[in-house]
């Protein structure tokens, strides 16, 4: 079946460093991919997501790269503050359009002040 | 910012019993899921419900499960006989239509965590 995963569970980054949290998928015909931001106690909050058809997409800070080859997404936020501290999930579309979206395990990003 | 919001935020209940997960989609969104997040692990699909109907479900969501649209404004998961294995968060997400159809981007509820004892 489809996975999503990622690479650690924790990530310790002393604040001002760039942070680098990694995921692998499985289904090489995934066309969508989403970075989700969890705080404690809330709801996943929507971070940058990236197509398919694209390697790299730049927000505020944060950056995806998307490599198909091996089938592996980064997300990278520049300048790391106390407030990315979260656990980070990676998702992708699965096949289908109906919008189902497949999780990976999460990475919990600790900052050091 | 317009937001989905979710009811109760917290629920107990004992197993064997009916209960109803309540949440309020954004207004202008066609497409609504539901998922669940077993404390410590991932995000799990549940369902997804678009045009009065279910266009996709997961192998979790057997027939102890049922999604309604009771009216224009709230979309509910009811699970019919809860089971211990069933305690988790529950999230409700939406997204908005887009000319090709359903949009990517899913805006997720701060979630109802459910307790089964």
């Known amino acids: 079946g489809e996975s999503v995963g990622l690479h650690l569970p924790t990530l310790s980054v002393q604040e001002g460093d760039n942070s680098i949290i990694n995921c692998a998928y499985s289904n090489s015909a995934s066309d969508y991919f989403i970075w989700y931001k969890q705080e404690s106690g809330k709801g996943p909050q929507f971070i940058i997501d990236i197509r398919s058809n694209m390697d790299k997409r730049q927000g505020q800070r944060v950056t995806v790269l998307l490599n198909k080859t091996v089938k592996h997404l980064s997300l990278q936020i520049a300048a790391t503050q106390p407030g990315d501290s979260a656990v980070y999930f990676c998702a992708d579309r699965g096949a289908g359009n109906t919008g189902k979206l497949i999780f990976g395990q999460g990475t919990t990003l600790q900052v050091k002040p | 910012e317009p937001e989905v919001t979710q009811t109760p935020s917290h629920q107990v209940t004992q197993m064997g019993q009916e209960v109803i997960l309540r949440c309020v989609p954004i207004s202008n969104h066609l497409y609504f899921y539901w998922y669940r997040q077993i404390l410590g692990q991932k995000v799990e699909f549940l369902v997804s419900f678009y045009n009065n109907e279910i266009s996709e479900k997961s192998e979790i969501f057997d027939d102890q499960f049922s999604v309604e649209r009771p009216d224009g404004s709230n979309f509910t998961l009811k699970i019919r006989s809860t089971k211990l294995e069933d305690s988790a968060m529950y999230f409700c997400?939406?997204?908005?239509?887009?000319?090709?159809?359903?949009?990517?981007?899913?805006?997720f509820g701060p979630g109802t965590r459910l307790t089964v004892t």
């Open positions: 997400a939406s997204s908005e239509p887009t000319s090709q159809g359903n949009s990517y981007e899913q805006y």
